[in-house]
């Protein structure tokens, strides 16, 4: 491997690539993403590889492995290019089928295509499936076309062109004037305007200045970091040079949690391969400019995805958040001026350098420009990583991307923003998604996280879940978040077990406003918007948990009962083997019932009796029926010909 | 004393450059309320007792004062309502660890908060850091520290310093506003390095 020394070096480089790269030439893609391994991508890669060197296929076929392409529901996903030919859960024994068939053969494998769960209509090409078809994948999109350990290939897409456009074309105050203007707003949570806060942290007086990547994703269920940064850590890195010759600082930092071993791998190899080739250390492509980046891992304190609390992390001490002002920007890692933005933040840079302000600026809302990826997950038909305009409908989401609810349930709620974002109803979900209006709806955009929920979702116990993650995640430093956290979570925890007090809901608000304008940081301001937003739109909720003693989704376990209805029950003994408590009774032809003292509240009985019977029944703020008499406990059977 | 002027409570006030809200206010002889501010110690704002409302450039936002540096034209509100409010709610979330503290009780009586709005938690310890700060960055020996995370936070000696250090010092326990230090210290004490008889430590 050689060191590149110039621009015209690399383009020389990069068209002796794509020269030796026939367009036509079948290229079948694996997903590897931590989504598709975790479903047996490894092996459906293994038995490529066997196949491909069995029947002497080198020549004249190109197989690639690639970081995650999102649709992590269907997984593991293979897409033959250059038709995109789309096969989901893939095995590994459909392999030699699909060598066999669609590679020498030309033929599609039906029984491998998406099929849509409504229509029971096929769709053989990547594009034709709805959930990729509405989205709008320039972040995300390059995932799927590279291998995340392959510089050739991110050279192959246009790799480096950007940084180059910034070292040798412009000034690094145009750089920065290019991020303002294309108005791209942090993708980390605060959705400060990027351009803003480098035009900051360059104006700083400081000799020595830092930028730093914060790869700390913590919120439950969120991953669209960790995918960009395991499928595309070139990318990321492009975005951070460009930004540290921006501002004028010549070492970076990417915090990555220590829980993402793959992303880790990757991004420890693409800085590691970048020095070497000259894209990162001194003298970057003869440029004169020289900026290096190390790596810290997180040790998985949530609290360290605070810009403060991260910063303060790096430099070796507990990781706790710092009042500001002094903003980073100003006074940052080691006291010098410090620019830090999450992931997908730097992933946008080469897109702005590369197509322009305007270009950029023209997707989106009027105060949210670009896409922005979300992770969708709970009870949606397609979990999975999407990437779509700001702008874009809630239900467009919900029901065109993610396919609506599975099981035939109804919807509830979607939950976005992460652990103190909030919860946005039926009646609310036409907003166009940016930040402004997820934050006018009593949410956030936060980084991205979008849970659905159903109609067995009860919204007081959501509310609960999310300030348990927070009282957990709580640094403890200040007195609003540590205290006020404590005692949300135990009123909570009391409505939920049907032990709530009409005078709950004042003291919840009192503790909201306390959190909210008192507390150090962003973790303690936001904190209790899992409870103002689900009391917001789901007030007659805690209404009946207090009031009543009724939780209406039937989901709060101390507020539910389990009744056999003597009339359904066919003495089947399924649920009476099933309870783990021993609280059912009953025998072959002797109706069962459930010994409400001894009853866990567990579920398993309702779950286990078959569908034909439905004889297992909720209840919740009323009393349960009386067990029967026992002389009306035997079962008289129909004769079969009846 | 050079050029801030700010206004606290209806009152000009002269600040020096690089003062907090807090310093102008208190030289200005009006009294914001602190748990965890100390003089000698750096600023730390985590009791957020001293919040206050801060108007700048036609934006009121809620400040911790003694971290929040004094600018010109600043216009300060040490007592709204809010902040009364918000200042009552977090004193009863400490009068729930320490309910005897005179320095509490006195605040509780200043806001009418109400020592038993929250069932009582086990600890007295208010996590004002002033025992950890002090020992840290005025007698440099780290003899205690904080372990832990958020609720589980807790105040501890590590016993090979205390052993060597803290009998001869002690200089903390009058800072805590409960009576929680002294208990750790005689805990630890005890049982890190017992005494040979309990008739020896009554000499």
Known sequence: MTRINSPDELEALRNRIVSERNPDTPCITVCAGTGCLASGARDVVAAFNHEIEAQGLQVGLSFRSTGCHGFCEKGPIVVIDPEEICYLQVTADDVPEIIEKTIMGNEIIERLLYVDRNTGEKAVHESDIPFYKYQKRMVFGANRRIDPKSFEDYLAIGGCRALTKSLFEMTPDEVISEVKEANLRGRGGGGFPAGKKWEIARKAPGDSKYVIVNCDEGDPGAYMDRSLMEGNPYGVLEGLTIGAFAIGANEGYVYIRQEYPLALENLTAAIEDSEKRGFLGKDILGSGFDFQVKVHRGAGAFVCGEETALIISLEGEVGEPKPRPPYPAVKGLWGKPTNINNVETWANIPLIINGGAAAFAAIGTEGSKGTKIFSLVGKIANTGLVEVPMGISLRDVIYKIGGGIPGGKAFRAVQTGGPSGGCIPEERLDLEVDFDELTKAGSMMGSGGMIVMDEETCMVDVARYFIDFLTDESCGKCVPCREGLRQMHRILTNITEGKGKESDIEILEELAETAQEASLCALGKTAPNPFLSTFRYFKSEYEAHINEGRCPALSCKRLVSYYIEPEKCKACLICLKECPAGAIDGAKKTIHIIDQEKCDACGICFEVCPSRFEAVMRISGAPVPPPIPEEQRTVIRKSKRQ | ?203
Request: charged content about 25%; overall charge negative.
């Open chain 2, 1 to 203: 004393m050079s050029g801030i002027r700010m206004k606290i409570d209806g009152k000009e006030v002269q600040a020096a450059e690089g003062m907090t809200v807090l310093e102008a206010a208190r030289s200005a002889g009006i009294s914001i309320p602190t748990l965890c501010h100390h003089e000698q110690l750096a600023p730390f704002g985590g009791c957020r007792l001293c919040i206050v409302e801060a108007e700048a450039q036609g934006r009121t936002s809620i400040v911790a004062s003694c971290v929040f540096q004094a600018q010109d034209d600043l216009i300060i509100d040490t007592r709204s309502d809010k902040i009364d409010r918000i200042r009552k709610t977090i004193l009863e979330l400490l009068l729930a660890h320490a309910p005897q503290s005179p320095q509490l009780l006195e605040l509780a009586e200043d806001y009418g908060a109400d020592k038993y709005k929250f069932e009582q938690e086990a600890s007295f310890c208010i996590h004002c850091g002033l025992c950890v700060r002090y020992c840290t960055e005025v007698k440099q020996l780290n003899a205690i520290g904080f372990i832990d995370r958020g609720i589980r936070k807790e105040i501890a000696f590590l016993p090979e310093i205390a052993a060597k250090e803290c009998n001869d010092c002690k200089e903390c326990f009058p800072l805590c506003p409960t009576s929680y230090l002294q208990a750790a210290f005689v805990l630890v004490e005890s049982l890190a390095f017992p005494k040979p008889k309990l008739s020896d430590s009554h000499q």
